[in-house]
């Protein structure tokens, strides 16, 4: 059984560099995948 990180793309406390940090962390403890929302979401 494989596992992965699937995470929305946007929201208050989204930034690039938190999801690079969490990439980093889920490889770092191994898990298979890390994944993001294929969606693009404006704010006005």
């Known amino acids: 059984m494989k596992f992965g990180v699937y995470l929305a793309n946007y ?9 690079i940090k969490l ?3 889920a490889e ?3 898990w ?4 993001l929302w294929d ?3 404006a704010s006005l």
């Open 32 to 35: 298979d995948g890390f994944y």
């Open 23 to 25: 990439a980093k962390i």
């Open 28 to 30: 770092k403890n191994g």
């Open 39 to 41: 969606h693009i979401y």
């Open 11 to 19: 929201g208050p406390n989204w930034s690039v560099q938190s999801i």
